[in-house]
């Protein structure tokens, strides 16, 4: 793959496996899934531009009431960002996700506001995570890492790992997410 491709293309070509170009995005975008992910990189591609910037904001909340995605434009999140179903997810915008990350429906990544994990999570590259997951506090998810549905997560995760259960528990599997995490940029 080249890396002259914008950052809204490769989360694009991660649904399709396809290169596309501006107006084949626009068309794929009725999806809600591509639609909010869409609007939320022209959020952050026009966050420093007074007016622009403000109407992508507009547009983005919009988007996040109708298809309840509660992802802000500070979250740092990677390349080849893909979004399995819509409705019901929250990140907090000091999160920050690596490249080829999935999120499915449900899912809450967020802070802890007090104990020795206090802070916000940093998601690696790489990483599948299941309807339903919690993953909390100043803590570090390894890449490769697949993060099973309902799991629980305050804890480190190291590379290469699957996350089962509440409370959650570590395998070491140097497969973790494959055939989870499909057309890697």
């Not at 626009?26 to 939320?40: A, G, R, T, V």
């Not at 740092?76 to 960002?81: D, L, P, Y």
């Amino acid at each position: 793959m080249t890396d002259h491709h914008s950052t809204l293309q490769k989360d694009f070509y991660r649904e399709s496996g396809k290169w596309l170009s501006t107006l084949q995005m626009l068309k794929k975008s009725i999806s809600p899934n591509l639609h909010f992910i869409y609007i939320f990189r022209k959020t952050q591609q026009y966050s420093k531009t007074p007016i622009l910037g403000f109407y992508w904001r507009l547009i983005l909340r919009h988007f996040q009431i109708k298809y309840g995605f509660q992802i802000y434009p500070e979250t740092e999140i990677g390349e080849g960002f893909y979004l399995g179903h819509w409705g019901s997810l929250v990140i907090n915008p000091k999160v920050k996700i690596g490249k080829n990350c999935n999120i499915a429906q449900g899912v809450t990544i967020g802070q802890q506001n007090r104990g020795n994990k206090k802070g916000f999570p940093i998601i690696g590259n790489q990483v599948w995570i299941g309807p339903n997951a919690v993953i909390v506090g100043g803590i570090n998810i390894g890449n490769n890492v697949l993060i099973a549905p309902n799991a629980y997560v305050n804890f480190d995760v190291p590379n290469d790992s699957v996350v089962v259960g509440n409370p959650a528990q570590i395998y070491t599997n140097p497969n973790a997410t494959e055939g989870y995490i499909n057309n890697l940029i």
